[in-house]
T-cell receptor
């Protein structure tokens, strides 16, 4: 089965510019997550979707970050405007849902804000 | 609050056994996951424990004690390719959120 696909793999932008990341989860996985990972740290949850509904966005900085999953499959995470501190790896993950289902991660998008 | 502790770094020799510990203090518990992450790559699922005891999967085993808030990942017959970060993560029952520790960077030397 195909894994979680993310694009782009790398992105370099200047501060104050917008940026968007795209994620295609594993087919049949209703739960989709966006995580942020700083160097040497574990992933931190930004937002979790059950189908097209955002069920946990408590840690998403809503003043500059937005996300959507319109048809309950692909998802987009956007930052506008980007700040220097947003430089990190943005990981998308999907799962079948439920407490026992592992998350399957994509390779992430490494964002560098200059 | 949520707190998951792991050693930052460990080293071991090829062919040896290494144990990576994880302690957690979380508001609720609905399972503990271990992930492996090579540099620049995605975390990949290794094991899941929800009941006390040992789960064995090939060269990797994971142990859980819920009363002690403690887990370990045991890697046997270490290979050079096992050099990676190992992430401990706890599932919250209330939000279904997976909370990660900072990870343990393991270096295997010949």
């Amino acid at each position: 089965e195909a894994g979680v696909v993310q694009s782009p793999r790398y992105k370099i932008i200047e501060k104050k510019q917008p940026v968007a990341f795209w994620c295609n989860p594993i087919s049949g996985h209703n739960t989709l997550y966006w995580y942020l990972q700083n160097l040497g740290q574990g992933p931190e949850l930004l937002i979790r979707y059950e189908n097209e509904e955002a069920v946990d966005d408590s840690q998403l900085p809503k003043d500059r970050f937005s996300a959507e999953r319109l048809k309950g499959v692909d998802s987009t995470l956007k930052i506008q405007p980007a700040e220097l501190g947003d430089s990190a790896v943005y990981l998308c993950a999907s799962s079948l849902g439920g407490p026992h289902s592992p998350l399957h991660f994509g390779n992430g998008t490494r964002l560098t804000v200059t | 609050g949520q707190n998951i502790d792991q050693p930052t770094e460990m080293t071991a020799t090829e062919g040896a056994i290494v144990q990576i510990n994880c302690t957690y203090q979380t508001s609720g518990f609905n399972g503990l996951f271990w992930y492996q992450q090579h540099a620049g790559e995605a975390p990949t699922f290794l094991s899941y424990n929800v009941l006390d005891g040992l789960e064995e999967k090939g060269r990797f085993s994971s142990f859980l004690s819920r009363s002690k808030g403690y887990s370990y990942l045991l890697l046997k017959e270490l290979q050079m390719k096992d050099s990676a970060s190992y992430l401990c993560a706890v599932k919250s029952p209330h939000t279904d959120k997976l909370i990660f520790g900072t990870g343990t960077r393991l270096q295997v030397f010949p």
